[in-house]
């Protein structure tokens, strides 16, 4: 996917019309899902940190391959703060291309594995998602949450403090990252709360390596920090799934 070029006008008009190509590759990616070193849309067989050029923490070139356990060791290891968070400071679901369809819609759209009916101010009826946190498969679009993989009380505590309006903003509509925002069942999201992975996992087993991924895919596109208590879980994980690929581009 493309960087944010300019204003968050531009990043939300280039990359709504990304998203809008998928709903076949979405269904390819959800029968992926299934399977825990599935990783993170790349069919690139795993690097090891030295074969991959990793670079080093919070570096601007990006990650293309690299291994699971190799992307965690680039996380900028730091101390978390919740003081002065609100919901209301990421300014979300917005309309940035004033195309009738926000955020969580475009998501919906881009995500569908049978597309859905869309009507008058983008209304959508029908369609089919799969839900990768539960491996469910959900035909109604009220009963889906679009989940901020990395939640955004968690990007707060992990450096999004420091960031103006502007950028809280694209980060809570991120359509230029295939996997920082999912469809997943109501249920789920509300399981994870604003929780990390020391404390949540996807209850679907086969999901938690592509959860991983996501999950250190998105700190590195934004250089958010993680504590080490997420870290020794995200290793922990790792572990496990040392054949998942972690795609990433770093957010201007």
Known sequence: MGNHVGSS?????????????????????????????????????????????????????????????????????????????????????VDEDSDSCNTRQEVLLAEAVKAPEQGARCALTGGEWLSYYDEETVTEPGKLDIDHVVPLAEAWDSGASEWDADRRMRYANDLDAERSLVAVTARTNRQKGDKDPSDWLPPAVGAQCTYGADWVATKLRWKLQADEKEIAALEKLAAGCTDTVVVYEVAP
């Open 9 to 93: 006008a531009h990043f939300l008009e280039s990359s709504v019309s990304v998203r809008r190509v998928w709903p076949l590759a979405a269904a390819l990616l959800a029968l992926s899902l299934t399977a825990c070193d599935s990783a993170v849309v790349d069919d690139k067989p795993a690097a090891s940190a030295s074969s991959a050029g990793a670079p080093a923490p919070g570096a601007q070139e990006g990650g293309d391959g690299l291994s699971l356990p190799a992307a965690v060791k680039l996380l900028p290891v730091g101390v978390e703060k919740r003081d002065g968070y609100q919901r209301t400071s990421f300014k979300h679901w």
